[in-house]
C-alpha cells in the first residue's frame, strides 16, 4: 500500500500531500533542466491532481510547446513540470520530506548531460533521440 507523502517548497509557503505508489525518481538532463537546476532534474512522477497548499506562491510559465514549469514565487523551489495534455506531473523529488523509499530509476538527455556530472548508480539511461522516440 502507497504511503501518504508530504512535500512543500523551501520556505513552505507552497506544501501538498500525496500517495506515491512507486517513488522512482528520473533525472533529466535536458539545456532547460540544467539552466533551472544548475545540474540536472530529479522528480517523481504523479498522474492526476494535487491539491496545492499557497497557491498564491505558484508561478507557472510555458517551458516547451508539451509542458510547463513551475515554481515557489517566494523561495524560487522548483516545483514541477507538467504535460500540458494530461495530469501527470514530475515533482521536485527534494521537495518530499522522506525519501527513504525512493529508488533512482532513470535518466534521460544523458547525451548532453555535462562531463562534470557522474552519477553510478544502475538506471536505465536514454539519449536525447530515445526521448523524443518514446515522448515526442
Same mark, same amino acid.
Request: include cysteine; hydrophobic fraction near 30%.
Given at each position: 500500500?502507497?504511503? !501518504?507523502?508530504k ?7 507552497? &506544501?501538498? =500531500? ?8 528520473? !533525472?533529466c538532463?535536458?539545456?532547460s ?9 530529479? &522528480? ?19 517551458? &516547451? ?19 500540458? =495534455? ?13 525519501? &527513504? ?24 539511461n536514454?539519449?536525447?533521440q =530515445? ?6
Amino acid at each position: 500500500m502507497s504511503k !501518504i507523502n508530504k512535500a512543500s517548497c523551501d520556505c513552505g509557503a507552497v &506544501s501538498f =500531500e500525496i500517495r506515491l505508489d512507486a517513488p522512482n525518481v528520473g !533525472i533529466c538532463h535536458c539545456a532547460s533542466c540544467q539552466k533551472i537546476s544548475s545540474a540536472f532534474y530529479a &522528480s517523481v512522477t504523479y498522474k492526476g491532481e494535487i491539491e496545492f497548499n499557497g497557491n498564491d506562491y505558484i508561478n507557472t510559465y510555458n517551458s &516547451s510547446a508539451w509542458a510547463t514549469r513551475s515554481f515557489c514565487k517566494q523561495c524560487g523551489s522548483n516545483l514541477f513540470y507538467k504535460l500540458k =495534455e494530461t495530469p501527470e506531473y514530475h515533482i521536485s523529488a527534494a521537495l518530499f520530506d522522506d525519501k &527513504s523509499n525512493f529508488t533512482l530509476k532513470t535518466q534521460m538527455f544523458t547525451d548532453i548531460k555535462p562531463d562534470y556530472i557522474v552519477l553510478n548508480a544502475n538506471t536505465e539511461n536514454m539519449t536525447r533521440q =530515445e526521448c523524443f522516440d518514446k515522448w515526442g
